[in-house]
């Protein structure tokens, strides 16, 4: 079947600005990125995370995106084509968590972090590649001999508990070649 889908550019920008006793600091970079021809666009509910009367977790964190060697189910994109991600949270009152793991199941994984981000806030990922440790990551580690790459990008993410049976609405915008 032949494709009607012609390949794009994606541009992105990112600007701060603050002003300090009278004097403008901050700044505007874009870059672009071509021949872009795959995007995955959705709004959803995360859950709020949630325990028992006992203490035991009811809610753990849910997946939203991966990038994977051979993507089998929607939200899955192939992690050699990954160019760029974006998951705002829409909350307007409270925070989510995003885990990053280099495995789709977080039991058997190595690599794995987590970053909260604020109400009204962007976590944005400009490559599938990344590293982590629970000890100090140096040049080696990254560049060197004992580099490692994951070839598994896995993205899932929970509310805080204050949201209650809400949870909060983010936006996944994924983008790729």
């Known amino acids: ?14 600007s701060d600005r603050i002003i300090l006793n009278g004097v403008t600091y901050g700044g505007q970079t874009s870059s672009e990125t071509s021949n872009c021809d ?18 035991g977790m009811t809610q753990d964190f849910v997946s939203i995106v991966s990038a994977t060697p051979l ?18 949270n829409l909350d307007d009152t409270y925070p989510i968590s995003i885990r990053i793991a280099d495995d789709v199941d977080p039991r058997i994984a190595k690599q794995v972090y987590v970053v909260d981000v604020p109400a009204g806030s962007s976590y944005i990922v400009h490559s599938p590649s990344f590293h982590a440790n629970s000890a100090n990551i140096d040049a080696q580690d990254v560049m060197g001999a004992r580099a490692t790459k994951n070839r598994v990008f896995a993205v899932s993410a929970i509310a805080h508990p204050g949201t209650l049976d809400d949870g909060c609405d983010i936006e996944v915008f994924v983008v790729t070649k």
């Open 38 to 55: 795959e995007v995955y666009n959705r709004i959803m509910t995360i859950p709020a995370y949630e325990e028992d009367d006992k203490g």
């Open 71 to 88: 993507p089998n189910s929607a939200g899955d994109v192939e992690f050699q084509k990954f160019e760029y991600a974006r998951i705002t």
């Open 1 to 14: 079947m032949a494709t009607t889908v012609n390949n794009s550019n994606l541009t992105t920008t990112t």
